[in-house]
């Protein structure tokens, strides 16, 4: 199974809202990644757990707030958005963060949840 | 920094040919390049993982190749079929401070028609 799952799919939020996103996966992964993505732009990287601790933050602001509560989930908080935030989120995992050349790099990605702030 | 470029930006063919998109990279000490499909709205699916000490991986119609020191690979599909219509992307996986992080290519929208 080499499923990475996601939810809510479509979520709409006004400003002043706090939501979350949600992401799972069963294949034993020990790193997760959360990207976001513009229209007609590849993914950009947000945030990197490696064994359930914050490896990477890229300079993201703090209305968006990861949380990986277990080895198989990871959780991204919204508060006070902005319009300009409304994008695809995706979630991927691999078996760790690469250190060195493997198949075990591979990263498996969700379908993403459409986020819309109005 | 890592660069990765993609060309060609856009593609559209008649079903049953044979494609080659093409994927070149700044910064030859890489991992591993892996390839990936997008359809629109949707997530990435992974097609093919190449790590570094390789040349090639194959996948039914799909092969990919890498040459990590003139940075470049390239991504062949045989017998296009209108199911392949999609955004392929490349991505590197690099080293030191950059681990983790994939650096993507911005694609290439492929249309095959019938």
């Known amino acids: 199974d080499t499923e990475v799952t996601q939810t809510p799919k479509h979520l709409v939020m006004g400003m002043t809202n706090k939501k979350s996103l949600k992401c799972e996966q069963h294949?034993?992964?020990?790193?997760m990644y959360w990207y976001k993505q513009k229209a007609k732009k590849p993914p950009e990287l947000m945030f990197v757990?490696?064994?359930?601790?914050?490896?990477i933050n890229e300079s993201v602001p703090s209305r968006f707030s990861p949380e990986c509560p277990n080895s198989s989930l990871l959780n991204l908080h919204l508060h006070a958005l902005q319009p300009e935030d409304s994008a695809l989120y995706l979630c991927?995992?691999?078996?760790?963060?690469?250190?060195?050349?493997?198949?075990?790099?591979?990263?498996?990605f969700g379908p993403g949840t459409r986020l819309t702030v109005l | 920094k890592q660069e990765v470029t993609q060309i060609p930006a856009a593609l559209s063919v008649p079903e049953g040919e044979n494609l080659v998109l093409n994927c070149s990279f700044t910064?030859?000490?890489?991992?591993?390049l892996q390839w990936f499909r997008q359809d629109p709205g949707k997530g990435l699916t992974s097609l093919l993982l190449?790590?570094?000490?390789?040349r090639e991986q194959t996948s039914g119609r799909l092969n990919a190749s890498l040459d990590k020191s003139s940075g470049r690979s390239t991504l062949y599909i045989a017998a296009s079929q209108p199911g392949d219509s999609a955004t392929y992307l490349c991505?590197?996986?690099?080293?030191?401070?950059?681990?983790?992080?994939?650096?993507f290519g911005r694609g290439t929208q492929l249309t095959v028609w019938p």
């Open positions: 910064d030859s000490a890489i991992y591993n």
């Open positions: 190449i790590q570094s000490s390789q």
């Open positions: 991927a995992s691999s078996q760790t963060i690469p250190t060195t050349s493997g198949a075990y790099n591979e990263q498996f």
């Open positions: 991505a590197v996986s690099g080293r030191g401070s950059t681990l983790g992080r994939l650096y």
């Open positions: 757990y490696s064994y359930e601790k914050l490896s």
């Open positions: 294949m034993g992964h020990r790193a």
